[in-house]
Structure formats: C-alpha cells, structure tokens
C-alpha cells in the first residue's frame, strides 16, 4: 500500500507537469487510449465474457460517469494543489457507502452515518467556505469524487458477475470511446512529451491498481486503509518541493478526518462480516 500510495502520487504529479499543455479532456483521452495496449492481453477474457444486454448498460453507464469525472478530475489537477486533490478524492469511498444506501438498499446505521459526517465536516475544512474562496477546481473534484463514486457503485455490482479483469478493461474501453467525442472537440497536436508523459501516467496508474490489488490479497482492509494517508503525505511534500505549492495545514487536518471516517467505514465491514461468517461456540461444527 506504501508503493500504492506513491504510484498514484507519480500519476498526480505527471498530470501536474503536463499541466494546461493540451486541454483536460484530450489529456483524459490519451491516458485512456494509450492505456489500452497495457491491456491487450485482456481483449480475448472481455469477448468471452457472457455479459449480457443489462450487462453492457450498466458498463456504458458506468464509462459515462467515469469519462466525466476523469475530465473534472483532470482539469481539477491544473488548478488547485496536489494534495488537495488527493484530500478531496478520499470522499469518494464516503460517496459510495451513500448511493449504496439509496440504490441498493443497504443499511446505514447509526456509527456509519456518523463516520460520514465527520468526513463531510473535513470537506468542509479543506475547503473553508467563507474563509476563502472555493475555486472552480474544487468545485470540480467535488462532482468528479461523486462521480467516481457512482462508477466504483457499478463495478461491484458487475464484479460479482463478471471477471475483475473484464470490469476492468470494459472501463478502459467505455472511457476511451467516452472521451473521445470531448476530447475532438478541443483537440490540438499534442507533443511527444505530452504522449510519453500519458503513457507514463497509464502505467504508473495500472501499477499501483496492481500492487493496490497485491496488498489486498497479503492484508485485510482494516490494515490497508490507514495507509493511505500516506498518500496525501507525499502527495504534500511532492507538491511543495517540485511544484512549489504551499503546505496547508487545514488540508492535512481535514484529509486526515476524510480517511479517519473511510477506515472506519471500512473496519466496520469487516467486523460484521467476520460475524456473519464466525459460528457460534456451541454451533455443532460440521
């Protein structure tokens, strides 16, 4: 989870360097498009999948959400600092657990509802509204965390359907066929560096989902969670030595309540699933 957390940093900082050199959906679009040939290989699993017609709606459902959220993201990225862009990505967990709740019937119980408004009230603390001015940028990594949130919402319902690996490569190729009407709209030639710096990003980012999936399998969640705060940690330092952003400690305090509220969530799960699947005492043992 600690090489994780600096993958996805690696994938924020690229993005940052490249900046406003191509517009925010072109930048989207290659990152996706030169993503396909990391997964080539997983074509033929997506062609033999049995997916179906309410299958292929919710992917197209879900490539439509994430193209979007990918394009906020990405302009969010050129217009306010590294580390409150990792902050404010923290809600989408938090997002999650709400549309599970209003679509899928989950229950929300007293200490989970409480867990999700301490992390919006460290929203509000990275954001401060009032104190100073919420920009265009945060506005959009808002909407962009919700809208990720609603893809992530989609993938676990698919996942349990379908192979991980074809969850994975339909969102590559519906984001990619998303993007690209967008990203036509503003295109410019891009530079060979604005090609390499979006393949760089493609494999930083299918690196850290892997050793995101390593550590998942080596460690329960209740383990892995908390160390994703080290992400905002670099994410800090990254931004202050390289692109010489100011520290601000009202994000580290309101991205740490964020995470605090998610580790919960998540330590939560995994206590009531280790009752459901631990028997009794004097349950006769078969």
Not at 15 to 38: C, D, H, I, Q
Not at 159 to 188: C, Y
Not at 236 to 257: H, K, P, R, Y
Request: charged share 10%.
């Amino acid at each position: 989870m600690i090489l994780t957390g600096i993958l996805f940093v690696c994938v924020t900082a690229v993005v940052k360097y490249v900046g406003n050199t191509v517009p925010a959906a072109e930048s989207a679009f290659l990152r996706y498009a030169l993503g396909l040939l990391l997964l080539l290989p997983a074509i033929g699993p997506m062609l033999r999948a049995r997916i179906g017609r309410r299958g292929f709606g919710l992917f197209a459902l879900r490539g439509a959400a994430h193209s979007i959220a990918v394009m906020l993201w990405f302009f969010a990225m050129t217009q306010i600092s590294i580390a409150e862009v990792t902050a404010m990505n923290y809600l989408s967990p938090v997002y999650v657990t709400l549309l599970a709740a209003l679509f899928l019937g989950e229950r929300l119980a007293m200490r989970r509802i409480l867990a999700i408004v301490v992390a919006l009230v460290g929203a509000f603390v990275i954001l401060r509204p009032g104190i100073r001015t919420v920009e265009a940028g945060h506005m959009a990594m808002m909407a962009a965390a919700v809208l990720f949130a609603f893809s992530y919402l989609i993938a676990k319902i698919m996942s349990d359907r379908v192979e991980p690996l074809v969850v994975v490569t339909m969102l590559s190729v519906a984001v990619t066929i998303g993007l690209a009407p967008f990203a036509w709209a503003v295109w410019v030639p891009p530079s060979l560096e604005v090609i390499g710096g979006m393949f760089l990003v493609a494999c930083f980012a299918t690196a850290g989902h892997l050793t995101m999936t390593l550590a998942f399998r080596a460690a329960p969640l209740t383990v892995t969670q908390p160390l994703t705060f080290l992400q905002l940690i670099w994410a800090a330092i990254l931004g202050a030595v390289v692109f010489g952003e100011a520290t601000d400690f009202w994000v580290l305090t309101g991205g740490g309540m964020i995470l605090a509220s998610v580790s919960f969530i998540t330590w939560r799960e995994a206590v009531l699933k280790r009752r459901q699947i631990t028997p009794d005492p004097l349950q006769t043992k078969v």
